[in-house]
Structures are given as structure tokens and as C-alpha cells.
């Protein structure tokens, strides 16, 4: 075993000589699943070793770091107009990454292509370790409490790390093994196991963007004779139709073809653990309905239409088009609307509706930061898209391809474990495309 870790310690030194930043890029985003500290040590010693070993000729500013920048000090900004002061200032501290890390790819100059190559394998490996680490606990507490719901969402992963970002972590490995331009053995288990992460993990936007992503590949990216790539697409779709068959997966398909095409219909699931009858709000009732009830279930799309709903209303009410509430600030205006509405209002061991943000990304932005807060976002997404897009590199389509779909479901800068993730993914991928393309690589 110690010649084991000797011999890798080796391999990762000899791999990251002459570029160790890319070291700390690579700690930063292993990082990331562990407890908030341990990211935001790694992103620490990311910037305390950009300034001690701070060369002035590897000094290299790129536009496409001047806007996570421009939308830090926004946030700053946001704070001397916000309407609570006390929700905006914590929240500064938690969305530093976007000056941090764009800041300290300035000072170093970026990343070069090779060794972007290189942070992006040893991530992927790193979280098939992740993987097996859950797959393995989740086997333990299977046979200590004989629930198969412990393989299954939150209870996989915990709900602090979360499903959903775990399920985009195990996605982005998944496309990085898939675009290997030679697979041995180990990759195909490898893939195996990551796709049934993903399917295991449960969330219905990653699912479908997943397989999208995966047509994709097979129609653009991949190297293989036509006939391959149609045999390739048909058991993607076999794959993707077996799906509707599997439990939670099937549950919770269900739930949203009831919530788009019927009006409370009875949640059984919800019914009999609270040993009371819940109906399924649809996305009808949530765009319409005047007052809900405390049995009133929102299922994954009809609550994000709800959210919708109330923003558009907080956007014809208050004068927040220019500025926004404030970075955080829009909480207040929720729960009054979810007061208004009478939504669950949780428990002592469950948290209500009104106590939810937006769930979406770009209603976040325009919300707490007014109209440039949201077109700061679609610049850095369609920046990223479109570099994609130019290098032909598919690894890089994935991550701006996933980004864009999970920010119509899920505020993800707005955690500390997705600021990160997107911010360190963001100036990684471009880093390494702008190198590219430079003359004194």
C-alpha cells in the first residue's frame, strides 16, 4: 500500500511539474463533496499559492474572466440597496469563488491544454471513487435497515451534499470516460457505474439532459462508421425507455405526467406516510389557483411554475427590473407570497414552500439582482457555450450544455458546492481553449 501511494504521489508530481496550479485546480473541484470547509481550504490554498509563486510575464487576462467578476461586484453592489442587509452580507462571503478563482487564473495565466486534459482525469476518477463510496454505503445501510429507498435521491447522498449536484458531477466523469478516444475494460465499468448513478440519483432534468447529451455525442462526436452509431442510438433509446420500469424513476415519472395532464390527483406515497390524504398540485393550479392548501403536494414542475408565478408578481409589484432585492434578499418576499398563496408552511422537521428559493437560476439573478444580474449570467453561459461549441471538444459541450438546462431548475450559484463547481468548470474549460489558440503556448 505505501508503494502504491508513493509511486502515485510520484506520477502526480511528475504530471503537474512546470504547471502546479493545475494541482490545486484539481483539489479544489475533489473537494467539493466533502463538508464547506474542506472546499473552502482548497480554494484557499489555491490563492495563497497563485501569490506566492506570482510570476509577471505568466500573467494573462481573458475577457471570459472579467464577467464572473463583474457579477461578484454586483453582488457588492447589491448590498447598499438590498431590503435585508442581514440575508445579503453572509451571502457575499459564500459567492467569493466567482472573484477568487477567476482572479487567481489571471495572475497564472491559466491552464494549458495538456494539463486541462490532465484535471479533468484524475477528477473523473476521483469521483468514480465517490461513486463507489456511496454505492458501497448505500449497500450497508440497504442490508442494516432492508429499504430500498436508501439507493435511491437524498438518502444516496445525503441531502446537504444534494442528489441533484451530485448527479451533475457523475454526469460531467461519465462524458469525459465516454469521449476517451481508445476504452479499455476499466472504462466501460467505469461508465457502468456512472450512469447508474446518475439513474439512481433520480433527478429528472439531469436524466433527460444526460441522454440528450449522450445523442448528441453519438451524432456529432463520436468516431465510428454510420451503422455503429445507429446501433449506438437505438439502445440509447431502448435504455431511455426501460426507464419509465424502474421504481423511483417510474414514481416520479408518473407524478409529473399527472401534475401536466390531471388536477389533483391523490400523491399515495405522501398519503400513507402522513396517514392523511395529499393531492398533486398541476401545473394548471399552479399558474392559476388563488389559495392552496396545507394537503396541497408540488410536484418537481409545478412548483417551479409556481415560482415563476410569484416572481412575474414581485416583477409587476415592486420596482426590481434594474436593481433587485438585493443579493439573498428575495427570501422575505417568498414567504410573503407563500403566506399569501397559504402553501405548506412546514414543521419543525420539515421546511415549507415559502422557505424555498426560486429554483431557477436565471428567476434568481433577476430577482435578488436586477436585469444586469441576468444578462451577466446569459453572457457567461453562452460564452462558454459558444467556445464550446468552437473547440469541437465535447467534454467542454456537456458541462455548458448541463449548466444551462440545471439553471432553469435549480438556483445552483446560490450554494456554496455549486458556485464553486461552475466557477472553477468555467474558467477551467476556457482556460484551456484560450491557450489553445495562443501563440506562446
Known sequence: MNKFLINFSERIKQDFEGEKQAFFVLLVLLSIPFPYIVSTIAVSALGLYTLLYLKKEQISFRNYLLFPILLYFLMVLSFFWSIDKSLSLPALSKELSLLVIPVCFWLFG???????????????????????????????????????????????VTKDVNAIHVSVYMAMSFFWFLAKDTKKILDYLALTILLLMVLLLSSGNIIITFFGLIIIYFLFYAKVSKQMRLKNLIVMLVLLVSLGFIGEIKEQLRREYETIMTNSTVNDVISKEKNSTFFNVSIKQAWTKKVFNENDFFPGTAFRVYQFRIFLEMLRDDAIFWKGYGLNASYPKIEAKGLTYNVYQGNASLEGYQKKNFHNQYIQNFAELGVFGFLLLIIIITLTLKKAIQSKDFTHFAFAFLMISLFLTESFLWRQRGVVYFTMMYCLFNSGIAFQSSKTE
Open 110 to 156: 491559466g491552464i494549458s491544454k495538456a494539463r486541462k486534459t490532465l484535471v479533468l482525469k484524475y477528477y473523473s476518477y476521483g469521483i468514480l471513487v465517490f461513486a463507489l463510496y456511496y454505492l458501497s454505503r448505500g449497500t450497508v445501510r440497504y442490508f442494516l435497515t432492508d429499504n430500498v429507498a436508501v439507493f435511491f435521491y437524498h438518502e444516496l
